[in-house]
């Protein structure tokens, strides 16, 4: 064992020593130039900044502005109207109504379509090889356009020539036909039934691939100890998926809340207001009476509900997560 | 033939002494600067023409002649009906300035106006009136399509209003007669649908689509059969009158006895209806007249008939409603504001409007006198003829003023809750009312 004054631990020692004047002259040359080494930071997010401010900030900015403002489509920033947009519009039972109904129809539908999406997924998980072809088949709803699965749901539930309708008729269930878009309680239904056709397919593919990361062996043990299947999915697969299927429902959540095209092509938020959500209610504020002022005011204001109605649910996705990393 | 020809013979003298005049005069004066026709003059140049879907096929009617006429080509760009005043709008306050010509719906006129969406051309058709001949257009259309804060932001093109078209057979087989009162309407149509609706078939099409020129149209059919208006001579809300509850009422009345349901009918499910004999009445728009006799996209060619629109309450004398109604104008961000002018110019004039009249599915009825009485358009479509003669002069406006997509939105809201039957016609009247007050001003 070399000791500190044999020749071969002076070289190992000057080598250290030299590292040692490397490190301590790089360090004291990172301490002497911040500034420096600032800037380097700062272009790496430079990029980010960029992107944030353009598709963020300006945006957040111009429709605060246009908030505080009398504004129409074709001539913005008339007049500074302080809150008089936010107070019309707080003051507006249409828009509350209007509120109201979407944080109903997405906490709804998104309950809805995350338990059908998780019973497919388990359907497909137990095909395992065909599963996956069958994925890539009930992904079409979700391929298609939302203007075109709103045309085609019309076509099929319209009250003349309708082919649900037509059916119904025939096999004598109505004498008459129904209006299943123009009745307050069936138009909703409608519009729900081909929201969940067009987006189960996504959840379902969500929890598909949750499902297929989930550890084999946690299963197979059960197995082993005579679980049934009830009891598989209870105490172990829905606590293990418990923080996955948290993310997936905030995620539809916050797409169900902006649901406009199926309301748009099959209702046009009718009949009365009865399916007008906040999305197409600010839509008709905007581009149809072009008071856009009073629109952005109603966008903020829409931004807040989904934030607070969408807080439970980032809550229980963490908790979740949390709870899944304690028992790792 | 007599009043066709003789238009014509004037117009062409008109165009030859307009540019004379206008050469030696205004050119020189520098004042507007100045095109005209010739051929292929415009060879190489375009014009982006944004125009509402049902008007698709005369724009590119109009496209095909213009760039025969003067070889300048025009990109037709169709949108839904209800989102021209909306893209056209946004492309002028966004810079973009994609749009040369405007196919606006004139109640838009004032929103039109105020925002400057297309040029103010008074000086224009002042300067050119020889050609126009502005006194040529129906006098009930021209103001009302054109006119806002003394200005003029383009020319008439399609001079839209609704009439009552039904299925004769249909009719002949129950024994029933053309309505003349609203109160007849609705026993015909629920005589027809009670005995006719196991087969499909319906006493009424009732267009009442919760669109503002859709439902608003339907409502506006009965307010003027009723005696009433819009708005007072001053522009105020005349809504708190007996007539406007009362058309109110009539709307709500039909809704049983119409093809299910009127919320959901629109011109795109109540045309084929009727053409296809599965409703014996509907109110629409004059050029109907031309769609059910062609045996292409018509069931009941010749077995249909055409009257104006019916009356009621106190009033006996029958009025049509301006329902839609068009007009061309230069989007204000144009590049090429003299050759969007001449296109307007050759759009809207005679010829073209004749030629357009008598153009199957153009969607165009007549805005002018020398159309409308001219002998090819009463050869080619007799019965709407024969209707619309001496009754487009007298037609309703409706509200022109800038805060008229409000009004007409308001309107729309509270007929289709009518409809849906959460509001009686009495309470949606007052409430429309009270909105108009507070939009315009008691």
């Known amino acids: ?328 | 033939m007599s009043e066709n020809g003789t238009a014509r013979k004037v117009s062409r003298r008109s165009v030859l002494s307009g540019a004379a005049s206008a050469g030696l005069g205004l050119a020189a004066s520098g004042a507007f600067p100045r095109v005209g026709f010739g051929d292929a003059k415009f060879a190489g140049k375009s014009l982006n023409l944004l125009i509402i879907q049902p008007h698709v096929i005369a724009g590119r009617k109009l496209a095909a002649d213009f760039e025969a006429a003067t070889g300048a080509k025009i990109n037709v760009i169709a949108v839904p009906y209800d989102q021209l005043l909306a893209k056209a709008t946004l492309d002028v306050q966004s810079g973009a300035n994609q749009y040369d010509v405007i196919d606006y719906w004139f109640a838009n006129v004032g929103a039109i106006g105020r925002d400057e969406i297309t040029l103010d051309v008074t000086e224009w058709i002042d300067r050119d009136k020889a050609e126009i001949q502005p006194e040529d257009y129906l006098g009930s259309l021209y103001d009302p399509y054109t006119l806002f804060d003394g200005k003029r932001w383009g020319l008439p093109y399609d001079g839209d209003s609704h009439v009552l078209f039904f299925n004769k057979e249909i009719f002949d087989k129950h024994g029933l007669k053309a309505p003349t009162t609203w109160d007849e309407y609705l026993g015909v149509a629920k005589a027809i649908t009670e005995a006719e609706s196991k087969n499909g078939i319906y006493g009424a099409a009732v267009l009442g689509g919760k669109a503002p020129i859709i439902i608003g149209s339907t409502y506006a059919n009965r307010l003027a059969g009723f005696g009433g208006s819009f708005l007072t001579p001053e522009g105020r809300s005349a809504l708190d009158s007996a007539a406007a509850v009362q058309a109110a009422k009539a709307l709500k009345d039909i809704v049983p006895y119409a093809l299910p349901t009127p919320l959901e009918t629109r011109f795109e499910e109540g045309l084929p209806a009727f053409l296809s004999g599965k409703a014996a009445i509907i109110e629409f728009w004059s050029d109907l007249g031309v769609y059910a006799n062609d045996p292409k996209s018509s069931k009941i060619v010749d077995k249909w008939e055409v009257v104006r629109n019916p009356v009621g309450g106190s009033n006996k004398t029958p009025r049509l409603a301006l329902n839609a109604g068009y007009v061309f104008g230069i989007a204000s961000g144009s590049k090429q504001p003299e050759l969007a002018w001449e296109f307007i110019k050759f759009a809207t004039g005679q010829k073209e409007q004749t030629d357009l009249l008598l153009t199957t599915a153009s969607g165009i009825d007549p805005s002018r006198k020398s159309t409308l009485y001219s002998d090819a358009y009463k050869k080619f479509a007799p019965k709407v003829q024969n209707v619309l003669a001496g009754a487009l002069e007298n037609g309703l406006s409706w509200p022109t003023g800038p805060d008229s997509p409000q009004l007409q939105q308001t309107l729309a809201d509270n007929l289709a809750l009518i409809l849906s039957g959460d509001k009686s016609p009495e309470q949606a009247i007052a409430d429309t009312h009270k909105s108009w007050i507070g939009i315009i001003g008691a």
């Open chain 1, 1 to 328: 064992m070399p000791t500190p004054t044999s020749p071969g631990s002076a070289s190992s020692a000057l080598k250290v020593l030299s590292l040692t004047a490397t490190f301590n002259t790089t360090l004291a040359s990172l301490r002497v130039e911040p500034t420096r080494r600032l800037s380097w930071r700062f272009l790496w997010v430079a990029p980010l900044v960029a992107a944030l401010t353009i598709t963020t900030v300006y945006p957040g900015i111009f429709l605060i502005a246009l908030a505080v403002s009398d504004s129409r489509l074709g001539k913005p920033f008339r007049a500074f109207s302080a809150l008089k947009n936010f107070v019309a519009s707080l003051s507006d039972p249409l828009f509350l109504e209007a509120l109201g109904r979407s944080a109903t129809y997405a906490v709804a539908s998104s309950f809805v379509q995350l338990i059908l999406g998780l019973a497919i997924a388990l359907l497909l998980s137990a095909l395992v090889k065909s599963g996956r072809f069958l994925m890539s088949l009930i992904l079409l709803p979700l391929m298609t356009p939302p203007v075109m699965v709103g045309i085609a749901w019309k076509l099929i539930l319209a009250p003349a020539g309708g082919l649900l309708n037509g059916v119904l008729m025939n096999l004598g269930i109505t004498d008459a036909p129904i209006s299943f878009l123009g009745t307050a309680g069936l138009a909703w239904l409608s519009v729900g039934v081909a929201d969940v056709w067009q987006w189960t397919p996504f959840i379902a593919i969500l929890c598909f691939a949750a499902i297929a990361s989930l550890p084999g062996d946690v299963f197979e043990a059960a197995a082993i100890d005579g679980a049934n299947a009830w009891q598989v999915f209870r105490r172990i697969l829905l606590p293990l998926l418990a923080p996955q299927l948290a993310a997936i429902f905030l995620l539809r959540l916050v797409i169900a809340f902006k649901i406009f095209d199926l309301v748009y092509v099959l209702t046009f938020g009718g009949p009365g207001f009865h399916t007008t959500t906040a999305s197409f209610h600010i839509w008709r504020r905007a581009l149809e009476q072009f008071d856009v002022g009073r629109a952005a005011a109603e966008t903020l204001i829409f931004t807040l509900v989904v934030g607070v109605v969408t807080l439970p649910v980032v809550w229980l996705a963490k908790h979740a997560a949390k709870a899944e990393a304690g028992h790792a």
